[in-house]
């Protein structure tokens, strides 16, 4: 555990059970982001929920490393996986983990409800030699036919009424390619999905969620 520092608190775990897995439900996000993490590589995914990712990412690239999640439920069944989990809140950064300390940081579904975004993409790039992001696409054409007609989309991406959205934020695809140039980070892979198929044409209207690979510049 060299790549943690002194303060962090890791939750031990038993042993991994791919029986778990199975019985979960993917999303569309998680097979992109499995097709961009190399096999055995060590990974650390951020606001890991109750650990379906990390876990679909160990059962099959065999990967090592941890999930950071505050939610105490969504930790307790991190932990019946077989996950290392830390019990952390993101908005109080990652200084709890050295730079380059991981090969692939993660960072799904999660970047819209953080207020410190900027800091957060900073974060991600700096303790991870990649990092994968995936957000809801705001300008997907349904979404601005609702705002059209007065009312807040509800939709699979974004599926909360707009007085219990956890998000604190909404993007499109161009301001979150933006963003990661502003923060010093490079986009070298990107995928937008609608359900499980990619959207080529016109992906920024017609695609409700995007998926992004990062490098430092």
Request: charged share 20%.
């Amino acid at each position: 555990m060299s790549e943690l520092n002194a303060s962090a608190n890791v939750i031990s775990s038993p042993p991994f059970n791919a029986a778990r897995l199975l019985a979960g439900i993917t999303r569309p996000d998680f097979e992109a982001i499995a097709r961009w993490v190399p096999s055995r590589a060590h990974v650390l995914d951020l606001g890991c929920g109750d650990g379906t990712l990390l876990a679909k990412l160990v059962a099959e690239k065999q990967v090592t490393g941890y999930g950071v999640e505050l939610n105490d439920t969504n930790v307790h069944e991190c932990i019946k996986k077989g996950l290392n989990v830390l019990q952390q809140d993101l908005e109080g950064g990652l200084t709890f983990f050295e730079d380059n300390s991981f090969d692939v940081a993660i960072l799904s579904l999660t970047l819209q409800a953080v207020h410190k975004t900027e800091a957060m993409l900073r974060e991600i790039a700096r303790v991870g030699k990649t990092a994968i992001v995936s957000v809801p696409n705001f300008g997907y054409w349904p979404h601005r036919l609702s705002i059209i007609k007065g009312r807040m989309p509800v939709s699979k991406t974004l599926p909360y009424e707009w007085y219990n959205t956890p998000n604190v934020r909404v993007l499109t695809i161009p301001d979150f390619v933006k963003l990661a140039t502003d923060v010093g980070c490079k986009v070298v892979g990107q995928v937008v999905l609608q359900d499980e198929k990619v959207v080529q044409f016109m992906p920024n209207w017609r695609g409700s969620l995007a998926v992004f690979r990062l490098e430092r510049r």
